[in-house]
């Protein structure tokens, strides 16, 4: 009976202490970028969810205005338009490679 009191007592000491013994290391969020998930998070603020979604739809309105870009090619002296899909980039870049291009 001796015994069974102080296992007993060992468990309720260990229930009573574990808050303080328990900690969690969060390895996942120093290698993974966790942008998406702040959504979801519980333990986000507001304003983080906030400058989160602001920062994705701005992404998002990014890949698609330069998903919607289409670039031409002038070949002047085979006279003819090539449509380039390879070329990106600014309009500065766009009249140097035409520029290179054409001589």
Do not use: C, I, P
């Amino acid at each position: 009976m001796a015994r069974a009191l102080a296992h007993r007592d060992k468990l309720l000491e260990f229930d009573a202490t574990s808050a303080a013994r328990t900690q969690v290391f969060d390895d996942q969020s120093d290698y993974f970028e966790m942008d998406v998930s702040v959504l979801d998070s519980k333990w986000a603020s507001e304003e983080e969810r906030a400058r989160t979604r602001q920062e994705l739809e701005q992404q998002r309105d990014a890949a698609e205005a330069a998903a919607s870009k289409t670039y031409l090619t002038f070949d002047l002296a085979g006279r003819r338009v090539v449509e380039d899909s390879a070329l990106t980039g600014t309009a500065n870049e766009v009249y140097a490679r035409l520029s290179r291009a054409l001589g």
